[in-house]
Every structure is written in structure tokens, then in C-alpha cells.
């Protein structure tokens, strides 16, 4: 009789690990290859302009080349353009470059059958001061920005050329690349300035923005050995979408490189996004725990945020993570 009772509580223990293995739902990698080749040249055209500070001829002839591809791969793109005022009162011409899916199905809360509406945003614009960088003669020459804002629209572009040529996306996706992120107040300043960074998604957010089911915002996302961690505002206003992105990378096989640990809060373009335009919005941005010159790498506003140190293998796992969630949502 004993034996009896302990075969059937075998049987019984196998069937309720068949039940949950067979309710753990694996989403397969997507075939669709992001190229990291092809997001690379992206990111060396864009420095081939030279640093990309506000007001200057670099910057508005890169807003034009930007312009021009988006366009080239289908999008319709809208200049937003406003004069914004920078923490030493600098008046900033601005441009928020913003590339629309020409097919806008209706918003998903309003149409159970439509596709769900992905904002993907980077800023574009170069910090004019070195101001982190080892060597103080540095301070006040301008970055070249291949990290920190070249490698977050490359990306994007790639990304919009890939929807091009792949109709099978879960979700409708539109790009906005937002400028004046980068003139928050220097290091070697003592002025003020809580709200100098970022202006340019502040103004965005502010003006009637569409509505978006979520956001994705692409922050240094080409460094070598970059890591990515769940960043504080983003784990606040959109952990959902966290846990979203996050899963998308185990799938893609990037579980490496997106770490499931929390880092610090960052002031950066997803905050307006969250709190004034109203749409959960996460930081995919680089952090090096353990780096001593700061945690956003040894790049981070020096002159060394050039091509040399943009790793095509840190491009490929964020915009294959990308393709994963577009493709799988």
C-alpha cells in the first residue's frame, strides 16, 4: 500500500511539473539581424560633421542629413523647431527632428485591434564642453559625441531601416531625436541650473506631444563594455516596460549586457517624457559601477567620446534587443 501511495505521489509531482514547464510560454529569437555594421556608419556620419553643439553650422547640417535619411526610409519627419534658453542665458536654436510611421494606426487604448505605438528617442545634440575630461586644458573644448548622442540615433536609423524592409512588426514606431540635452550647467561652473539639461524633451513633452503607449529612450548606448541597468525613474513611472526590455534582451541573448539590478535615478530626456507628457518612458543608458572617472563610462564628456571607442558589439545587443521587442510585442 505504502509503495502504491508514493507511485501515485510521483505520478502527481510529474504532472504538476509538466503543467508549469508547459505554462512557462519561451519566446523564440527573432530571425531579423540588427546591423551593427550598418548602425556604426551611422554613428561615424553623424561625427564626420564634427561635434554637433547648438548653434553651430555642424549642428544644423547634421539636423538636415538626419532629416534626409528617416525620409529616405519612409518616415514622415516634422522639425520642431524653438529657441530655448540655456543656464548662462544663451539662447539655444533648437531642433526636435521627429520621424512618423506614415501608416498611424489608431492608439491602442482606443482600438483593442491596433497596434500597440512605441516611441524610440535619443538626443543628437554634442556637449560643447569637455568638462569631465582627465585633463583640465580640456574643460572647454567641445565633445565629439560618438557615444553620447551619435550611437542613440544611429541606432534609430538603423532600426527605421529595418521597418522598411520588414512589414511584421507588433508594434507601430516612431522616432523623435530631441536637441539642447547636453548644455546643462558644467562642472567648472557655479551657476545653477536643475532644469539645464534636457531642454529640448522638455519642450517636446510640453507641446501637445501624440500619444504613445510607451517610450523608449536610447542614452550612450555604443561604449565598450557597456553594461545596462534599471534605471530609478525608469523603474518608477515604467517598470513594466523595464521588465518588457528587459525580457526582450534575455530572448535576444543580451542577458549579459542588460543587468537585472537597479542603478541610480538619472536626470536625462525620459523624465519630462514621463511626467509631463504622461507616457511611460524607460533610460536605456550605460552605467560602470565600477568605473573611478565616472559611472557613465571613461568617455563620458571628454574628448574621448569618439569613434575608437564605439564598440559595434554594444550597438548590436541594444539594437537587437530592440528588434526582439518590436518584432515580439
Not at 176 to 187: I, K, R, T
Request: charged share 20%; aromatic share 10%; net charge negative.
Amino acid at each position: 500500500m505504502n509503495r502504491i501511495y508514493y507511485f501515485a505521489f510521483l505520478l502527481m509531482a510529474f504532472s504538476c511539473c509538466t503543467t508549469k514547464k508547459s505554462q512557462q510560454v519561451t519566446v523564440p529569437a527573432v530571425a531579423i539581424e540588427f546591423n551593427a555594421d550598418s548602425a556604426y556608419a551611422f554613428c561615424a556620419a553623424q561625427c564626420a560633421f564634427g561635434p554637433r553643439t547648438m548653434n553651430s553650422e555642424a549642428h544644423d547640417r547634421c539636423a538636415a542629413w538626419i532629416q534626409q535619411q528617416f525620409q529616405r526610409y519612409g518616415y514622415d519627419v516634422t522639425l520642431q523647431q524653438a529657441d530655448l534658453r540655456g543656464y548662462d542665458g544663451t539662447v539655444l536654436h533648437a531642433t526636435n527632428i521627429i520621424a512618423a510611421s506614415v501608416e498611424r494606426p489608431a492608439v491602442s487604448q482606443q482600438s483593442p485591434t491596433a497596434k500597440p505605438r512605441l516611441l524610440v528617442c535619443a538626443h543628437w545634440d554634442s556637449r560643447p564642453w569637455a568638462d569631465n575630461d582627465p585633463d583640465s586644458a580640456n574643460w572647454h573644448k567641445p565633445v565629439m559625441a560618438a557615444n553620447d548622442g551619435a550611437s542613440g540615433v544611429a541606432v534609430m536609423l538603423e532600426l527605421a531601416r529595418l521597418l522598411q524592409q520588414h512589414d511584421s512588426a507588433a508594434v507601430a514606431v516612431d522616432f523623435v531625436c530631441f536637441d539642447a540635452e547636453d548644455w546643462g550647467v558644467p562642472q567648472w561652473s557655479d551657476a545653477a541650473g536643475a532644469d539645464s539639461w534636457a531642454l529640448g524633451s522638455q519642450h517636446w513633452s510640453a507641446n501637445s506631444p501624440k500619444p504613445y503607449d510607451y517610450g523608449i529612450l536610447l542614452d550612450m548606448v555604443g561604449g565598450q563594455g557597456a553594461k545596462f541597468y534599471r534605471e530609478g525613474y525608469s523603474m518608477e513611472h515604467a517598470a513594466a516596460i523595464v521588465e518588457k526590455v528587459w525580457q526582450a534582451a534575455a530572448a535576444a541573448g543580451y542577458g549579459s549586457v542588460f543587468i537585472n539590478r537597479d542603478s541610480g535615478y538619472i536626470t536625462d530626456d525620459h523624465v519630462s517624457v514621463n511626467e509631463k507628457a504622461g507616457i511611460p518612458c524607460v533610460d536605456i543608458i550605460n552605467h560602470y559601477p565600477d568605473c573611478r572617472q565616472s559611472s557613465f563610462g571613461p568617455t563620458w564628456h571628454t574628448v574621448s567620446d569618439d569613434m575608437q571607442h564605439i564598440d559595434r558589439n554594444t550597438l548590436r545587443a541594444v539594437g537587437q534587443t530592440l528588434v526582439q521587442l518590436i518584432f515580439t510585442e
